[in-house]
């Protein structure tokens, strides 16, 4: 008797699940039942992203380390490492306790190297791969005293930090999971995603594009400001949502892209990271539905859906931040005009790596930008302006940087409000955190520039 009560209780949650998963009831990532045809082992749960966080925190390690000088500590987290290295980054503060304290813990044998673009990147000197500039970026930053290089203004763990974020996260999941592997003859959803698999292919892939964005599996039931507060590590009865006194960083973070967008979305003006995230839910529970068979063509119609929701809203989340980041270099030149200290142009050349990181970034997605990647890079420039009026114009064939006279400083502050201007009109940005726009007019005629705010 006591096993028949056992069995009605199992199934009636069972049934539960059943509804939840598939009648779009779900406001949380997972669990996500076993739906792989002949599956015989004690998995229940589908779900399966513990590499793409391993990456998230290789990342944050890498960050941190990119200011300590040692170029072989950051490329064994860079390249990977066999050894069970500790987490560097996020480590607990306070309270705010992390369950997890060492790779291992997340997955064993990952590495950003293996997933980061290797397409040209036209807006960094020296023709170099998206994995080549990377690599370069990491020897430059162990030779500059705490990674920051005052005779070209690259601050390298904002250029790292940023740029890895698209360069690996960002194409990884628009570029790949939800691009070629997404494809109906690609990783069926009839079949395990590689033998002994307790996850479809479909599953898996979905998965491993959700794991890059980066958000918590609770996250439509926190705020925006709830969720930046816990990627601050300022909010643990917020993140812990199982209630255990520690934080899964595989389910209860906030990470890299989802992070900027509850940066955005907190002023109330975007919904970025509940858009996304909540598409990725309905995603999966288009994929759970079809109950192990391959998708059929109104299936597939609804997924597409969906993922393109998730690319078009996560290219406006990079793109934002461009926008936010010029309206700070502008800013931050305005601070050099009035006061050329040492602080205002560590503060211009950390807002100027943010905003080229974040360019760069832009360029390793799933849409070429033609045009659009030409002038932001030309505006740009290479390096930031420099105070004597120099500038990084390209690399020798010794791997030295090649300073030449510059773009005039006025011209190179109204180019920052042309870069905003360009984000408004090619991304449709919304949010525009520190939008310096007002001043475009009067700068343009005092530089006595046709361009303004509306012939521009």
């Known amino acids: 008797m006591k096993n028949f009560l056992i069995l009605i209780v199992a199934l009636i949650v069972a049934i539960s699940f059943a509804k939840s998963s598939f009648a779009g009831e779900h406001d949380v990532y997972g669990p996500w039942p076993v739906t792989v045809k002949g599956y015989s082992g004690n998995k229940t749960d589908s779900t399966s992203y513990s590499g793409q966080i391993a990456r998230h925190a290789l990342h944050d390690s890498l960050k941190s380390l990119s200011s300590k000088g040692d170029a072989t500590e950051m490329m064994s987290y860079f390249g990977g490492s066999d050894k069970n290295k500790a987490i560097i980054s996020p480590a ?221 809203n996560w290219e406006k989340v990079i793109a934002e931040a461009v926008f936010k980041y010029a309206g700070s270099v502008y800013k931050d030149m305005g601070k050099l005009d009035e006061d050329p200290s040492d602080k205002n142009f560590s503060n211009y050349t950390k807002h100027w790596g943010e905003l080229k990181g974040f360019a760069l970034a832009l360029q390793s997605g799933k849409n070429n930008l033609g045009e659009t990647a030409v002038s932001l890079n030309r505006m740009m420039g290479y390096g930031p302006v420099l105070m004597n009026s120099s500038q990084v114009v390209g690399v020798d064939s010794s791997g030295n940087y090649v300073k030449d006279q510059s773009q005039e400083w006025g011209d190179y502050k109204l180019h920052m409000l042309k870069i905003q201007k360009l984000m408004i009109d090619q991304f449709g940005v919304e949010a525009k955190a520190n939008d310096q726009l007002a001043d475009m007019s009067d700068l343009a005629a005092k530089l006595g520039s046709s361009d303004s705010a509306e012939n521009d």
């Open 92 to 312: 607990s503060k306070g309270d705010f306790v992390f369950k997890q304290t060492l790779m291992h813990d997340l997955s064993k044998g990952k590495n950003l190297s293996g997933k980061t673009y290797k397409g040209i990147i036209n807006g960094w000197p020296g023709g170099m791969t998206g994995l080549e500039v990377l690599e370069f970026m990491i020897n430059k930053a162990a030779d500059a005293p705490k990674g920051f290089d005052s005779d070209t203004g690259y601050n390298y763990p904002q250029l790292i930090s940023k740029f890895a974020m698209g360069a690996i996260f960002y194409n990884q999941a628009v570029d790949n999971y939800l691009d070629e592997k997404l494809a109906a003859d690609v990783k069926p959803n009839s079949k395990p995603y590689k033998d002994g698999a307790y996850y479809t292919g479909k599953e898996h892939v979905w998965d491993e594009a959700w794991g890059y964005w980066g958000a918590a599996a609770h996250t439509l039931r926190l705020t925006a400001e709830q969720s930046y507060n816990v990627a601050k590590k300022k909010d643990m009865v917020s993140a812990d949502f199982n209630g255990d006194g520690v934080i899964d960083m595989k389910s209860e973070y906030t990470f890299a892209h989802a992070y900027y967008a509850a940066s955005f979305d907190k002023g109330g003006k975007t919904n970025y990271l509940a858009t996304i995230t909540e598409a990725f839910i309905h995603g999966r529970e288009v994929i759970a539905s079809a109950n192990g068979r391959n998708l059929n063509f109104d299936e597939r119609t609804k997924l597409l859906a969906h993922r393109d929701t998730i690319v078009e």
